[in-house]
């Protein structure tokens, strides 16, 4: 499996952004479909974004297409996901996940290794 570790969450005003990455460890990372999902206080883990190995393909949640941006650089071993026009209702903790399997899943049980979160606060 692959070890993630996510960074760039925080405290942001309705309207900002905030881009975060999530580093992984390993030589497969090319070979892994990546997502990023999120968990709001009392609420179930959501997806919120995903991307295929070559990061030719993304896929968004409805309530953040549009604002949200899912990137990676394999280069880097790392994945990006840049918030735009954040909204109070997208305070969550984010988490980074990796599927060797599932390509184009958005269920979470599909991804196998997760990261150890990351917290994301919009202020109204």
């Known amino acids: 499996q692959v070890q993630l570790v996510e960074s760039g969450g925080g405290l942001v005003q309705a309207g900002g952004s905030l881009r975060l990455s999530c580093a992984a460890s390993?030589?497969?990372?090319?070979?892994?479909?990546m997502g990023w999902f999120r968990q709001a206080p009392g609420k179930e883990r959501e997806f919120a974004a995903a991307?295929?190995?070559?990061?030719?393909?993304?896929y968004y949640a409805e309530s953040v297409k549009g604002r949200f941006t899912i990137s990676r650089d394999n280069t880097k071993n790392t994945v990006y996901l840049q918030m735009n026009s954040l909204k109070p209702e997208d305070t969550a903790v984010y988490y980074c996940?990796?599927?060797?399997?599932?390509?184009?899943?958005?269920?979470?049980?599909?991804?196998?290794?997760w990261g150890q979160g990351t917290q994301v606060t919009v202020s109204s």
């Open positions: 996940a990796a599927s060797s399997k599932a390509y184009g899943s958005r269920w979470y049980g599909d991804f196998g290794s």
């Open positions: 390993g030589r497969t990372f090319s070979t892994y479909f």
């Open positions: 991307i295929s190995r070559s990061g030719s393909i993304t």
